[in-house]
């Protein structure tokens, strides 16, 4: 696999220690009576892209739910523990939601464009947070997103059509262009490609990688090549536990955990 | 770990013949279900249609008016320029009559012959020179309804080989009659007054104005007052309201309130709304506030499917991006929802509109021949008008009760129509 030669000479570059964006400790989730998640410690270091993998139902994604509190929409969902933005914990009762979800971006596993034009897909975001203060700024922010994420070229002539009515691979650009239209420090990516093509996924991959310079992200994967290729740091959870975190060169090459190792080898999942 | 696929060694599994016969069984089982279908299908739709037959056939004649023109002699005599209304239009009417039969001399006689035309008549005339004063002194030609007896005549539904002393009309009155065809003066145009006269206890003049005008009011009463209702009702409890034993006892009851009488309704709307807060009896609002109760919970009902049927994909996108619960609710999932929501709305308004035993309660079945002019004003409405014409004796309202029904039924189609249209139109796919 030639990939994981790319990745590779990636982390050859970012082995400096980063300074922690988002920290969680002793972090557990229940829904109703079921536990989801157990315990867990992690700490996602600022500007990389953080891989959390494991099997179907092992709480990667309830976890990453919990980093923009997306998990307070479900009533039955209960979360204890602490988890910290800059050092501020986003459970404490200072805390905005609304503005916490414009810092901490989300980009979901099935492309959801809004039923609206490409351009209000993008502007909704600043405009129910008033960021813009003239229709000019609006404008440049939603240009500015769409450069970022890819698209501008594909749709900057036709910003009046339905967001509906891109390919799959350009829709979740489009989402990624809508969550970082609001200035998120964070961008959380549930399994964004696994709807697509590999050729749209190659360019999600990339688009990754570039924004890895202006934010922190944490994608959750079920490709371990993915993982593999786009992230500085992989998390491997199992059964709603947090088995095992390094740097993904680490994690891949030379597993700590037994449980890691099977998963990565393929015998669990 | 590998389990053991073996077969036991003793199984006998069954020959492929007998395998196959099972197989058809199935297939007949399939068609027999299908040819189910199929019979069930088509007697509902037969129905259905003997229904419709039933009504047209029975209805059509409705829809056409025998008149009879007559030329009435507006004499400066009998009727005073300067006030019209107060002139003996009784006279003319008398006058007009006898210049049709010359030879009919006794009282007798030309009071036989003036029941050709309506009992209308006088008013017909008086409202005609009101109109137009410069009437006086010349003579007026009028084609003006034939009473229903010879209406009925006219169009067949009399027959002329029963004897003399069981048909409402005598042989004198059917000659005057035949006469008055053979000099060409009888015609048959399309009966408007249906469409805009008010009831009358004369069928000839009877129309159902002031009922339709009396479902409008009532209807739009009870679109202002559950439409917004129930929606807000329904955004609450699906979007807002925590689930617990207070949301199941809500939402318990309101399927509940699906499912009560109608008539209860009524009882409800005579006993607190007329009653108690004391308002008019027979009117366009309380029928509407009576029917608004009923609708409300349809309403409530398709509002909330529709809103579970907005993918939670969408909902997520704008909590995604820090949209607060009302702006994802009024900004996504609404406009999404409004398709379902209006289609429904406009179903539950059609029931409503051939709502009949609420109304009855609150007393909008009075006799009425004049028009609402408004909300608080006594008024019937099409079902209850249905059900007074029904009722009446004469024979020329078993055709206009017919017509009356296809009235009704023409206004559910558009509405229901118009549904359909809505939800073409507004659908969005995403």
Redesign the interface.
């Known amino acids: 696999m030639d990939t994981m030669a790319d990745t590779r000479s990636i982390f050859a570059v970012n082995l400096a220690p980063a300074p922690v964006k988002v920290a969680a400790r002793d972090v557990s989730v229940f829904y109703g009576e079921k536990q989801a998640l157990h315990g867990v410690d992690l700490d996602i270091p600022a500007n990389q892209v953080t891989a959390l993998i494991g099997p179907s139902g092992c709480g990667k994604s309830t976890f990453l739910r919990c980093i923009n509190r997306m998990n307070d929409t479900i009533p039955a969902a209960r979360v204890s523990g602490a988890i910290t933005l800059d050092d501020v914990d986003i459970y404490g009762p200072e805390i905005d939601v609304v503005e916490l979800r414009a810092r901490v971006g989300m980009v979901f596993q099935k492309p959801n464009p809004f039923p609206k034009s490409i351009f209000e897909n993008v502007a909704y975001g600043p405009r129910i947070h008033g960021m813009a203060r003239t229709r000019g700024d609006l404008e440049s922010i939603v240009a500015s997103s769409l450069r970022r994420a890819g698209l501008w070229n594909e749709v900057k002539d036709r910003l009046r059509e339905p967001g509906t009515g891109l390919s799959g691979g350009q829709q979740q650009r489009l989402c990624i262009a809508r969550a970082i239209a609001t200035r998120p420090e964070v961008l959380l990516m549930d399994e964004p490609a696994s709807a697509l093509d590999p050729i749209a996924t190659s360019v999600i991959e990339e688009l990754i990688d570039e924004l890895r310079t202006n934010y922190t992200i944490v994608i959750v994967t079920h490709s371990m090549q993915q993982a593999a290729r786009v992230s500085q740091r992989t998390a491997f959870f199992h059964l709603g536990r947090l088995v095992e975190e390094g740097a993904t060169a680490d994690i891949f090459s030379n597993p700590r955990e037994k449980q890691t190792e099977d998963y990565i080898t393929g015998k669990i999942g | 770990m590998t389990p053991d696929v073996a077969e036991p060694a003793e199984v006998a599994l069954r020959a492929p013949a007998e395998i196959a016969a099972l197989r058809r069984r199935r297939y007949a089982a399939e068609r027999r279900l299908r040819l189910a279908g199929i019979a069930a299908i088509s007697l509902a739709l037969g129905l259905l249609g003997l229904l419709v037959v039933t009504l047209v056939v029975g209805g059509w004649p409705a829809f056409t008016q025998t008149k009879v023109r007559v030329d009435f002699p507006v004499e400066r005599a009998l009727v005073d320029p300067a006030d019209p209304a107060a002139g003996n239009f009784r006279k003319v009417v008398q006058l007009g009559v006898a210049g049709l039969f010359p030879e009919a001399t006794t009282p007798q006689e030309l009071r036989a012959a003036g029941k050709i035309l309506t009992p209308g008549t006088q008013f017909l005339l008086r409202n005609a020179v009101i109109a137009d004063p410069s009437l006086v002194g010349r003579t007026l030609t009028l084609k003006v309804p034939a009473a229903d007896p010879y209406d009925q005549l006219a169009k067949g539904l009399v027959d002329r080989a029963t004897p003399e002393d069981r048909r409402r009309l005598s042989d004198a009155d059917i000659a005057r009659f035949d006469r008055l065809v053979a000099e060409g003066r009888v015609s048959r145009p399309f009966n408007t007054a249906l469409f805009v006269n008010p009831d009358s206890r004369f069928p000839e003049t009877a129309g159902l104005a002031g009922a339709m005008v009396g479902s409008a009011l009532a209807l739009l009463v009870c679109f202002a007052l559950s439409f917004p209702v129930g929606i807000a009702t329904a955004i609450y409890l699906e979007e807002f309201a925590?689930?617990n034993r207070t949301s199941d006892v809500i939402e318990v009851n309101i399927n509940n309130l699906a499912a009560v009488p109608s008539i209860v309704f009524g009882l409800l709307g005579l006993a607190v709304f007329i009653q108690t807060f004391g308002l008019p009896r027979s009117a366009p609002l309380v029928g509407g506030m009576v029917l608004a109760l009923m609708t409300l919970p349809t309403i409530i009902i398709v509002t909330r499917n529709a809103l579970r049927a907005v993918?939670p994909?969408?909902?997520?996108?704008?909590?995604?991006?820090?949209?607060?619960r009302h702006?994802v609710v009024l900004?996504?999932v609404l406009p999404?929802a409004l398709p379902g929501i209006l289609t429904g709305t406009i179903i539950g308004l059609a029931q409503a509109l051939g709502e009949t035993a609420p109304l009855l309660l609150v007393g909008m079945n009075a006799f009425l021949t004049s028009t609402p002019g408004g909300l608080t004003e006594a008024a019937t409405a099409l079902p209850t008008q249905i059900f007074l014409w029904a009722d009446s004796p004469e024979r020329g309202f078993v055709s206009r009760t017919s017509a009356a029904i296809l009235v009704l039924l023409g206004f559910l189609i558009v509405m229901n129509g118009v549904a359909v249209l809505l939800r073409r139109r507004l659908e969005?796919?995403?």
């Open positions: 925590r689930k993918p994909s969408i909902r997520e996108a704008g909590f995604g991006v820090g949209a607060s702006q900004h996504h999404l969005r796919t995403w």
